[in-house]
């Protein structure tokens, strides 16, 4: 039974909404029951209206913001990285505003239920609203009290869809599966709503696909194909399934959905991927390669693809490969590459196929050209990156001995030359160095030129012709690997600077030329071209410029510039001859042991050999001629290089391997039963038990001492037990034997520090006894803590910085993107010179560090702002009365960085 109160409320507030009357019913006056029940109900409307459009508007902006990398399976739903959340913070933390307003103001909550509608939903608004901010715990929180508050209504499914979609983006998939199982088992209810049931598909499969279970996921994506009603899920589901169905190998499935998709007239940046996975869907067997390749070569000419060509090429090189023609494949990728400008993604991708074709072939130059453009932007979670890092490097080791024995060789050959004919090389090559200054500062001169007219475009609110509004990572591009956040790389400070100082830090400072790369153009200058068909000279003569004395301002426009490296003395020649074979002996190394590649190794030990025939590598290189021809199976050459071996080197491990093939397996054993006697002796150390840790190693040192790895740490842990069991002074001298014999070994610098000390607390060696008690280790003021309150500090150069304008722009950045949490900004005097600006506060660490991610690569707040004279910082409530009293911001900073990740 419900009272007369309450059924003449219900009455009214029904005729009222269905009649549609539109008072303005926050401005009525309340002065009777009914009409207050009236506007209690209309009020809680509009601001709930009001939040949900916020909610709205932040979900088309998301959409037009966040790009999908479409070189990857699709999930179900793509909600952005955290960065590309905090766009959303405005509308969002308005959508949460309303929703609090609406749930605090406009209750009405008697006879054991909520009355008004609008209030659960301004529950569920809420949670969504922080859910699409990516703060989880809290919308999981919403989520979970919608379910079990609303036990009756209908609304507790959507509460409980949402708590799943939740716990999938948290990475928790046992709450996940728990839940969606929850959701399904409650599918027969009688208010179940439809709009969940239609959506349940499309949440399971984004579930199994954000695990990449792409056999689970594919059920549900074609059960979301027969009831979900939304047009553009509907076609992101086609997508997906033809994406799962070309990985698996089946290309006309995978083609029956691209082509559907395309019928449906999508928006473009899925049907230009469609249109590409449909072309590299093509079967080599079944299709025909003609007819993809013509609609491929057709795109490339239409206007509006032109800033995707590199995706094009890329799956016209697929089209090649499948078609066995790898050398258009390599012309195809090679063009991706060249016109890939601003998907780094693209670019990446397309380098290392390049580079893995390359590579298979054994142009390791070429390759090597490629690895290197492909790990410019590789970031470190992509697929085996650090095999791809691996196989850069070794290429990198190759082409630079490679590089080394070409440049020697010419500089040999450039100073056995008679004066004449090595200054006429020298004057040619002066002379393309000056056309090429000429073209490079031409080229500098249209650049410097285009640049100016950029930015009168920019000015004049043009198109700047580099992008476009939000970055480009292509229509299917992902987003940029590089710093690009919407802008052009050039045109954002923060990315510009980070690349200087990154590029500053690996290569030096460089002048902008031709092969900056270099810092000795001279390998460049004089190639192979230059020297051909010259005559060797055997004379060691020196022409007068040669002889001259070298300036150090020389420049590639003077012949000294050339002289100055060319070996002169006999002397000279052999350092040289020592770096060739070294070269050949490294590159010997690399092609049989890290590239396998046995033909490449047996050419370049042939030649150090006919170049070099007695040299310091002759053992180990003949057992490297013996392995590989024994595994090309070339007898003669086989027992060649074993009769060499054992006449020469009879009691060479290697000659001990080739008479027994175990011989290795039998050291090896032995060396595990010194690996034993370590064990054993560390685990006697660790008990005090110095002894017998005296007796193991004595032990090691008697059986054992050719063993350099593990005797160092013998002797290391026996001169401990010395100075424990017996005196202080037999420790130091074991010690300093020890430094004596094994200096580059692992426990040289502990044994060189405990040395130290004891000198300076014994006097040993004329060490004044207590001079390093003032040396204690530094023990930190600051505590480690998480769950305390957190402040965010901007310390500025109070001189340079003018600090209200900056509070200012702080004060804006909160109310954006924080405003919910009602931030308080203070400064503070932390000296002559510094002030500080506090910002809080937040209540843990966590709170803290994320404003801090946020504000401290925020444009607008930093704008005008020199980097040396600002520092950003979060610091906790415990340990900022310890900076200040001691002003140590550099102190605090540096413990910072020790011991807390905020970035």
Same mark, same amino acid.
């Given at each position: 039974?419900?009272?007369? $109160?309450?059924?003449?409320?219900?009455?009214?507030?029904?005729?009222?909404?269905?009649?549609?009357?539109?008072?303005?019913?926050?401005?009525?006056?309340?002065?009777?029951?009914?009409?207050?029940?009236?506007?209690?109900?209309?009020?809680?409307?509009?601001?709930?209206?009001?939040?949900?459009?916020?909610?709205?508007?932040?979900?088309?902006?998301?959409?037009?913001?966040?790009?999908?990398?479409?070189?990857?399976?699709?999930?179900?739903?793509?909600?952005?990285?955290?960065?590309?959340?905090?766009?959303?913070?405005?509308?969002?933390?308005?959508?949460?505003?309303?929703?609090?307003?609406?749930?605090?103001?406009?209750?009405?909550?008697?006879?054991? #239920?909520?009355?008004?509608?609008?209030?659960?939903?301004?529950?569920?608004?809420?949670?969504?609203?922080? =859910?699409?901010?990516?703060?989880?715990?809290?919308?999981?929180?919403?989520?979970? +009290?919608?379910?079990?508050?609303?036990?009756?209504?209908?609304?507790?499914?959507?509460?409980?869809?949402?708590?799943?979609?939740?716990?999938?983006?948290?990475?928790?998939?046992?709450?996940?599966?728990?839940?969606?199982?929850?959701?399904?088992?409650?599918?027969?209810?009688?208010?179940?709503?439809?709009?969940?049931?239609?959506?349940?598909?499309?949440?399971?499969?984004? =579930?199994?696909?954000?695990?990449?279970?792409?056999?689970?996921?594919?059920? +549900?994506?074609?059960?979301?194909?027969?009831?979900?009603?939304?047009?553009?899920?509907?076609?992101?589901?086609?997508?997906?399934?033809?994406?799962?169905?070309?990985?698996?190998?089946?290309?006309?499935?995978?083609?029956?959905?691209?082509?559907?998709?395309?019928?449906?007239?999508? @928006?473009?940046?899925?049907?230009?991927?469609?249109?590409?996975?449909?072309?590299?869907?093509?079967?080599?067997?079944?299709?025909?390669?003609?007819?993809?390749?013509?609609?491929?070569?057709?795109?490339?000419?239409?206007?509006?693809?032109?800033?995707?060509?590199?995706?094009?090429?890329?799956?016209?090189?697929?089209?090649?490969?499948?078609?066995?023609?790898?050398?258009?494949?390599?012309?195809?990728?090679?063009?991706?590459?060249?016109?890939?400008?601003?998907?780094?993604?693209?670019?990446?991708?397309?380098?290392?196929?390049?580079?893995?074709?390359?590579?298979?072939?054994?142009?390791?130059?070429?390759?090597?050209?490629?690895?290197?453009?492909?790990?410019?932007?590789?970031?470190? @979670?992509?697929?085996?990156?650090?095999?791809?890092?691996?196989?850069?490097?070794?290429?990198?080791?190759?082409?630079?001995?490679?590089?080394?024995?070409?440049?020697?060789?010419?500089?040999?050959?450039?100073?056995?030359?008679?004066? *004449?004919?090595?200054?006429?090389?020298?004057? &040619?090559?002066?002379?393309?160095? %000056?056309?090429?200054?000429?073209?490079?500062?031409?080229?500098?001169?249209?650049?410097?030129?285009?640049?100016?007219?950029?930015?009168?475009?920019?000015?004049?609110?043009?198109?700047?012709?580099?992008?476009?509004?939000?970055?480009?990572?292509?229509?299917?591009?992902?987003?940029?690997?590089?710093?690009?956040?919407?802008?052009?790389?050039?045109?954002?400070?923060?990315?510009?600077?980070?690349?200087?100082?990154?590029?500053?830090?690996?290569?030096?400072?460089?002048?902008?030329?031709?092969?900056?790369?270099?810092? @000795?153009?001279?390998?460049?200058?004089?190639?192979?071209? @230059?020297?051909?068909?010259?005559?060797?000279?055997?004379?060691?003569?020196?022409?007068?410029?040669?002889?001259?004395?070298?300036?150090?301002?020389?420049?590639?426009?003077?012949?000294?510039?050339?002289?100055?490296?060319?070996?002169?003395?006999?002397?000279?020649?052999?350092?040289? *001859?020592?770096?060739?074979?070294?070269?050949?002996?490294?590159?010997?190394?690399?092609?049989?042991?890290?590239?396998?590649?046995?033909?490449?190794?047996?050419?370049?030990?042939?030649?150090?050999?006919?170049?070099?025939?007695?040299?310091? +590598?002759?053992?180990?290189?003949?057992?490297?001629?013996?392995?590989?021809?024994?595994? #090309?199976?070339?007898?003669?050459?086989?027992?060649?290089?074993?009769?060499?071996?054992?006449?020469?080197?009879?009691?060479?491990?290697?000659?001990?391997?080739?008479?027994?093939?175990?011989?290795?397996?039998?050291?090896? &054993?032995?060396?595990?039963?010194?690996?034993?006697?370590?064990?054993?002796?560390?685990?006697?150390?660790?008990?005090?038990?110095?002894?017998?840790?005296?007796?193991?190693?004595?032990?090691?040192?008697?059986?054992?001492?050719?063993?350099?790895?593990?005797?160092?740490?013998?002797?290391?842990?026996?001169?401990?037990?010395?100075? %424990?069991?017996?005196?202080? *002074?037999?420790?130091?001298?074991?010690? $300093?034997?020890?430094?004596?014999?094994?200096?580059?070994?692992?426990?040289?610098?502990?044994?060189?520090?405990?040395?130290?000390?004891?000198?300076?607390?014994?006097?040993?060696?004329?060490?004044?006894?207590?001079?390093?008690?003032?040396?204690?280790?530094?023990?930190?003021?600051?505590?480690?803590?998480? $769950?305390?309150?957190?402040?965010?500090?901007?310390?500025?150069?109070?001189? %340079?910085?003018?600090?209200?304008?900056?509070?200012?722009?702080?004060?804006?950045?909160?109310?954006?993107?924080?405003?919910?949490?009602?931030?308080?900004? #203070?400064?503070?005097?932390?000296?002559?010179?510094?002030?500080?600006?506090?910002?809080?506060? =937040?209540?843990?660490?966590?709170?803290?560090?994320?404003?801090?991610?946020?504000?401290?690569?925020?444009?607008?707040?930093?704008?005008?702002?020199?980097?040396?004279?600002?520092?950003?910082?979060?610091?906790?409530?415990?340990?900022?009365?310890?900076?200040?009293?001691?002003?140590?911001?550099?102190?605090?900073?540096?413990?910072?960085?020790?011991?807390?990740?905020?970035?």
């Amino acid at each position: 039974m419900i009272g007369r $109160k309450t059924y003449t409320l219900l009455v009214t507030l029904s005729l009222l909404l269905l009649t549609g009357i539109t008072l303005n019913s926050c401005s009525t006056k309340k002065n009777t029951w009914t009409r207050r029940a009236y506007h209690n109900v209309t009020c809680h409307y509009n601001v709930y209206w009001n939040g949900l459009m916020s909610l709205e508007e932040g979900k088309v902006l998301q959409h037009e913001k966040i790009k999908d990398n479409y070189k990857t399976i699709l999930r179900v739903y793509n909600y952005g990285t955290k960065a590309d959340a905090k766009s959303l913070f405005p509308k969002m933390d308005r959508a949460i505003e309303k929703s609090s307003i609406a749930i605090q103001k406009h209750s009405m909550y008697f006879g054991g #239920k909520e009355q008004v509608k609008w209030v659960a939903q301004s529950y569920l608004m809420m949670g969504i609203a922080h =859910f699409y901010k990516q703060d989880y715990i809290p919308a999981r929180r919403v989520f979970d +009290y919608v379910y079990n508050e609303y036990k009756d209504k209908p609304i507790r499914f959507e509460g409980l869809l949402w708590l799943a979609k939740t716990y999938i983006q948290m990475n928790r998939p046992a709450k996940a599966e728990a839940t969606l199982n929850l959701l399904t088992s409650k599918m027969d209810a009688d208010d179940f709503p439809n709009k969940v049931y239609n959506e349940l598909p499309l949440v399971e499969a984004d =579930f199994y696909l954000s695990h990449e279970n792409y056999a689970a996921a594919y059920p +549900y994506l074609e059960r979301a194909l027969e009831i979900n009603k939304d047009r553009f899920l509907t076609n992101r589901v086609l997508f997906i399934l033809g994406q799962i169905n070309q990985k698996e190998g089946d290309f006309e499935r995978a083609t029956r959905y691209y082509s559907q998709l395309i019928k449906r007239n999508p @928006d473009y940046e899925l049907a230009f991927n469609a249109r590409l996975n449909l072309a590299q869907s093509y079967d080599s067997k079944t299709g025909n390669s003609k007819a993809i390749t013509r609609l491929l070569m057709k795109m490339t000419k239409e206007s509006k693809n032109q800033e995707f060509l590199d995706q094009i090429y890329y799956a016209l090189a697929d089209v090649a490969l499948k078609d066995n023609n790898d050398t258009l494949a390599i012309s195809y990728l090679r063009k991706s590459v060249a016109s890939s400008v601003n998907n780094n993604y693209q670019k990446t991708i397309s380098s290392l196929k390049v580079a893995d074709l390359y590579f298979e072939e054994t142009e390791y130059k070429f390759a090597k050209l490629y690895y290197d453009t492909a790990m410019m932007a590789l970031p470190a @979670d992509f697929p085996n990156y650090f095999q791809i890092k691996e196989r850069a490097e070794i290429l990198t080791n190759i082409v630079t001995e490679h590089q080394t024995i070409k440049e020697q060789d010419s500089l040999q050959t450039l100073a056995r030359m008679n004066p *004449d004919e090595r200054n006429a090389i020298i004057d &040619a090559a002066i002379e393309k160095y %000056k056309i090429a200054e000429e073209e490079r500062i031409k080229r500098e001169e249209e650049e410097k030129n285009a640049k100016e007219a950029e930015q009168v475009a920019m000015k004049n609110g043009m198109p700047s012709g580099f992008g476009g509004q939000g970055g480009r990572g292509g229509p299917g591009g992902p987003p940029s690997l590089g710093a690009g956040n919407g802008k052009w790389y050039f045109y954002n400070p923060q990315a510009l600077s980070k690349g200087y100082s990154e590029f500053v830090r690996k290569w030096g400072k460089r002048q902008l030329t031709d092969n900056w790369r270099l810092s @000795d153009k001279r390998q460049m200058m004089l190639t192979d071209d @230059d020297l051909q068909g010259e005559t060797v000279r055997t004379d060691s003569t020196v022409s007068d410029t040669a002889n001259a004395k070298a300036s150090s301002a020389a420049t590639p426009m003077d012949r000294v510039f050339y002289l100055n490296g060319l070996p002169k003395t006999e002397d000279d020649f052999q350092a040289s *001859d020592r770096m060739i074979l070294e070269a050949y002996h490294k590159l010997g190394t690399l092609y049989k042991e890290s590239l396998h590649d046995t033909a490449s190794a047996i050419t370049v030990y042939n030649e150090m050999f006919n170049r070099f025939p007695e040299n310091q +590598y002759e053992l180990e290189s003949w057992f490297a001629l013996y392995q590989l021809y024994s595994g #090309k199976g070339e007898v003669s050459e086989v027992a060649k290089y074993k009769n060499l071996i054992l006449t020469k080197y009879p009691d060479s491990d290697y000659a001990k391997v080739i008479v027994d093939p175990d011989y290795f397996v039998k050291l090896a &054993a032995k060396k595990g039963q010194i690996v034993k006697l370590y064990a054993r002796t560390y685990k006697a150390f660790e008990r005090e038990q110095y002894f017998r840790v005296l007796s193991f190693a004595n032990k090691a040192i008697e059986e054992y001492p050719d063993n350099k790895s593990l005797m160092p740490r013998f002797l290391y842990l026996r001169a401990i037990a010395l100075g %424990k069991a017996t005196t202080v *002074d037999s420790m130091y001298t074991e010690m $300093k034997a020890l430094v004596a014999a094994y200096p580059q070994s692992g426990v040289a610098p502990q044994a060189k520090q405990i040395l130290k000390t004891l000198r300076a607390e014994y006097g040993f060696d004329g060490g004044a006894p207590g001079e390093g008690s003032n040396k204690a280790k530094k023990i930190t003021k600051y505590k480690l803590t998480k $769950k305390i309150p957190f402040f965010v500090i901007v310390a500025v150069n109070g001189d %340079k910085v003018k600090i209200n304008p900056l509070k200012v722009r702080i004060s804006d950045f909160d109310k954006k993107y924080f405003r919910l949490r009602k931030l308080r900004i #203070k400064s503070l005097q932390l000296d002559n010179q510094r002030v500080l600006i506090t910002i809080g506060n =937040f209540t843990n660490k966590n709170d803290a560090a994320n404003y801090y991610r946020a504000i401290k690569n925020d444009e607008y707040v930093l704008s005008g702002l020199n980097k040396d004279d600002y520092k950003i910082f979060p610091i906790s409530t415990k340990n900022y009365p310890i900076m200040y009293r001691d002003k140590d911001v550099k102190g605090y900073m540096e413990f910072m960085k020790e011991n807390y990740d905020f970035n």
